[in-house]
């Protein structure tokens, strides 16, 4: 049969029904880690992946192809040919689900039982079924599943960060816990995630951040604030040695105002904020409809007090999130993890940007993973390197020309970097030329430098 010219990424270990996947890394300097990890293992491709049951070996890449898994060769053509639908990082997502839930359930005195369900509709590895003694959560992981709310054993539903679920449902549940991996090395990492109206899908909840509660729910740190809100949804009682005119709309000829804002303005600006993701305009907003609650009776009351705990549960969402990114950009520079450095600070400054300036501790981070991220752009430096004359910046007004002129200096600083490298000398020759030589020495020993 010959070898799988496919690029197989994950496998099990042990044997074709093992449940314990692997994840091959695609650097190869990675790679020779991560088999010296598992000298004394086999990787197979899984049934439990809809594989075909062969074993794999792991093959270095090269200038073309990534790192990956490949079947063994079959010289007698035996063995059925592979059936896998997923090569990539994902395929072997519902396997991880086992291994990154099991300890943190047991943890909360759950004893959770593991079924991947297998049908015509729905093929091993599309739903994941968890048993917790009486109660199930099902993890829906295939967008090609529509997940099916009205089954008697559905319990908990948690989906995949592709599978659909409308709008008007979402509205009618107020909130759905979603679930993804991220790849770390020779692993996936489980990242879970609340998916609400109007907002979207807040991440970054790892399993510490989270529970499940002895009726089988999912508790992301989202969840319990909207089950906060929603208990604590009484009417506002005003003290009566304090009373205070309520809202109402003005009497003909009462050009008297009563309240400093009209409510619904109100409310439709905070809504937009947080739609549009302006968090510090949002906590500002906030602020100004909580001092008008009590000014409020009736249906404004009653509108005003579902915003404001609407942006309660945001704002707080937003907040976890924060000190995630923070805690993880501080890990990161601790372990001089410049990858990770990288990721994590551009998600912090895009949060930042819509949001109250950092803290003293927060600035502290940011000034401490500084030296582990390269310059934001490094054209002009390219460009420098290779003409031996610093780019002058466009001096025209528009953004537009501003962009033409800079895609006509890399332009020419590519065509001259073609040039130079056909023109350029042998390194012995350029090291023995004389300090007049003509530009086409000078620019092929900068050059060299780089090469």
């Known amino acids: 049969m010959g070898f799988d010219t496919r690029q197989v990424q994950t496998a099990v270990l042990g044997s074709p029904d093992s449940d314990e996947a692997v994840l091959c890394p695609t650097e190869v300097d990675e790679l020779e880690a991560f088999l010296a990890e598992y000298r004394n293992e086999t990787f197979w491709c899984g049934v439990l992946l809809c594989g075909c049951g062969g074993r794999l070996m792991a093959r270095r890449g090269n200038q073309e192809r990534v790192s990956h898994f490949a079947h063994y060769p079959d010289p007698h053509g035996l063995l059925p040919p592979c059936g896998r639908r997923t090569y990539g990082a994902g395929g072997a997502d519902h396997l991880y689900v086992k291994s990154a839930t099991k ?12 079924h991947f369900i297998d049908r015509d509709d729905a093929p091993v590895g599309s739903v994941v079924d968890i048993g917790l003694d009486g109660h199930t959560v099902r993890i829906h992981m295939d967008p090609s599943v529509p997940p099916d709310w009205d089954a008697d054993d559905a319990g908990e539903l948690i989906l995949g960060p592709g599978v659909r679920i409308s709008q008007a449902r979402l509205a009618c549940l107020g909130y759905v816990n979603r679930v993804k991996f991220v790849s770390e090395g020779s692993s996936r990492v489980l990242e879970f995630g609340t998916e609400v109206p109007v907002t979207g899908t807040t991440w970054g909840f790892s399993t510490s951040d989270c529970e499940i509660t002895a009726d089988g729910r999912l508790k992301t740190p989202v969840v319990a604030q909207i089950w906060t809100t929603e208990a604590r949804r009484t009417p506002v009682l005003v003290p009566q040695s304090a009373p205070i005119a309520p809202v109402r709309s003005p009497a003909p000829g009462d050009t008297e105002t009563r309240v ?20 510090s305009v949002a ?8 001092r008008e609650l009590p000014r409020c009776e009736g249906a404004a ?18 907040d976890r999130v924060r ?19 990288r990721s994590l600070l551009k998600q912090v400054r895009q949060i930042v940007s819509h949001d ?27 460009l420098r390197q290779a003409t031996g004359k610093a780019v002058p910046k466009p001096q025209t007004n528009t953004a537009r020309e501003e962009r033409r002129a800079w895609r006509q200096a890399l332009a020419q600083a590519r065509s001259l970097i073609g040039r130079l490298r056909v023109k350029s000398v042998p390194p012995r020759r350029a090291a023995a030329a004389p300090q007049g030589a003509g530009p086409a020495r000078r620019g092929s020993g900068r050059l060299a430098l780089h090469t």
């Open 356 to 382: 109250e300036p950092p803290t003293t501790a927060e600035t502290d981070i940011l000034t401490a993973v500084e030296p582990l991220v390269p310059a934001p752009d490094p054209k002009p430096a390219l």
């Open 283 to 290: 906590r500002r907003l906030r602020q100004e409809a909580e």
């Open 323 to 341: 000190e995630v990114l923070f805690t993880r950009l501080k890990e990161a520079a601790q372990n001089r993890d410049a990858r990770a450095a």
């Open 103 to 114: 300890a943190w359930l047991h943890q909360q005195g759950h004893t959770p039982r593991y």
């Open 260 to 279: 400093p804002h009209q409510i619904g303005v109100l409310i439709r600006r905070l809504h937009t904020a947080i739609r549009d993701k302006e968090t």
């Open 301 to 318: 009351l009653a509108h005003l007090q579902r915003e404001v705990d609407y942006a309660n549960m945001w704002l707080t969402a937003q």
